[in-house]
């Protein structure tokens, strides 16, 4: 089991872009997914299965970045 500290240093969020300006960030796929709803983007099971980063996907790009 890890501590609190540990699982803080490891957390990733995901942040999303449309041509280069932060939409928002999110601290999972799920959320994200959510937040584009109505929109033409990709599913999460797509984007689960992706795992290099930066995703592009027409104008949207999602990054990995370590949470501070």
Do not use: A, C
């Not at 089991?1 to 300006?21: A, C, F, G, P, R």
């Not at 109505?38 to 949207?60: A, H, M, Q």
């Amino acid at each position: 089991m890890s501590t609190y500290k540990e699982q803080k240093e490891n957390k990733k969020n995901y942040v999303l872009l449309k041509n280069h300006e932060v939409l928002g960030t999110f601290g999972n796929l799920k959320r994200l997914v959510e937040y584009m709803e109505g929109t033409e983007f990709l599913s999460y099971w797509t984007l689960i299965r992706k795992k290099e980063y930066p995703i592009i996907y027409k104008d949207y790009s999602i990054f990995k970045v370590k949470h501070y």
